[in-house]
């Protein structure tokens, strides 16, 4: 686990503990809302408040472990807006009212909930860093208590985003209620993950981390889909550093997207055991069949990218043409994966989980009773 994600588990626990977590209950997903009008005038700034102090009465071992400092929260705050800013073509005034405003938001609600936060976040840390991966039992119980702290976060989080589209021009209101729909489909993803976590459902590689391996600077920074990928070579895994390491950017994030799409498909759909065997197992011949194309045409692509990188006296139309011939096969497989594992969710799971909306895919297979 990075030291990064030791710090945004505190500062964005929404987002890894997320969902109803009663074991006999399967709730609808809750969906951000916003006004349909903005309100009638926009909020002063709020105060520079001086740093807060820790709670003198507090628990002491409330010390111990992973927390953010309030400059961390503030930069933290002062990226994400950075991000912001380019996103919404926010003027200067508009970043600096809204930085300010959520630095004091977030900054006061992770005093406010620490001694709810903390013992979380730290366990959390400490399952990953243990000799063994944590019992079904311990997980289940984690989720159980986490649910409080998700239900606090989240209303703070919907909470931020109406103060920060009031701070936004119609025109800007406009974009980020394009996007609304992407935000609610990462919630239900993570609602989905507790969900599972609740009843001690869980991939190890979740929780654990036995030997703390990275991937190779460049390679994708989940450290995932690299383990898929199978060669005959007796060098093995020698050989595949080597040659992936070399390969262009774009492949590289197309790999890690692949992988990212097949995880949250059977987060969204709940899939069992059973499936996301299935799914993986789809997923690694699909990657393997799409290394061997990228390995045997890597000076082809290579060539093409010099092009994409320097066009200048290059023709647009012969660099399209290649990107087809050379990149095209790849889009292939990936449609072909993606129609392999839609045909997986029974009718049971698609209706429990979409509720009448239409999610990934449409359904394929006749319903299955796996309840």
């Known amino acids: 686990m990075s030291k990064r994600m030791i710090i945004l588990l505190a500062c964005a626990s929404a987002f890894v ?57 503030e930069l933290f705050v002062k990226r994400s807006i950075e991000e912001a ?9 508009q970043a600096e009212e809204i930085q300010r405003s959520m630095t004091q938001r977030w900054t006061k609600f992770m005093h406010d909930n620490r001694a709810d936060i903390q013992p979380l976040m730290n366990e959390y840390a400490e399952a990953n860093l243990a000799d063994k991966p944590p019992t079904p039992e311990k997980v289940s119980d984690w989720a159980a208590r986490a649910t409080p702290v998700y239900r606090l976060v989240l209303g703070n989080l919907l909470e931020g985003e109406f103060e920060f589209r009031s701070a936004l021009d119609p025109e800007q209101q406009a974009v980020f209620d394009e996007q609304r ?55 093995s895994d020698d050989f595949k550093r080597a040659a992936i390491e070399q390969f262009p950017e774009r492949v590289k994030n197309e790999f890690a997207a692949w992988e990212q799409y097949v995880r949250d498909y059977c987060d969204h759909f709940e899939l069992d055991q059973s499936q996301r065997n299935t799914a993986m197992s789809m997923l690694r011949e699909m990657l393997n069949r799409a290394f061997d194309h990228v390995y045997k045409r890597r000076d082809l692509i290579a060539k093409l990218e010099a092009k994409i990188a320097n066009p200048e006296g290059v023709d647009p139309d012969k660099i399209e043409k290649e990107m087809v011939e050379l990149y095209g096969p790849l889009d292939s497989m990936f449609r072909e994966l993606s129609a392999r594992i839609e045909r997986l969710p029974t009718m049971n799971q698609r209706s429990r989980v979409t509720s009448g909306k239409r999610g990934y895919g449409t359904p394929t297979e006749p319903e299955e009773t796996k309840e």
């Open 17 to 73: 503990c997320v969902a109803d977590v009663r074991a006999q209950s399967d709730p609808k997903p809750i969906a951000p809302t916003y006004p349909t009008t903005p309100p009638p005038e926009r909020r002063s700034p709020p105060p520079v408040l001086p740093p807060m102090q820790p709670d003198p009465n507090a628990d002491p071992k409330l010390l111990d472990g992973f927390w953010p400092t309030d400059h961390m929260i």
């Open 85 to 93: 800013t380019d996103t919404y073509n926010l003027r200067p005034e």
């Open 181 to 235: 729909l992407e935000r609610r489909k990462s919630l239900e993803r993570f609602q989905s993950r507790l969900r599972r976590w609740s009843v001690g459902n869980f991939e190890e590689k979740e929780w654990w981390n036995p030997e703390g391996q990275t991937m190779p600077e460049g390679l994708d920074p989940t450290g995932k889909w690299f383990s898929h990928i199978k060669t005959n070579d007796e060098k």
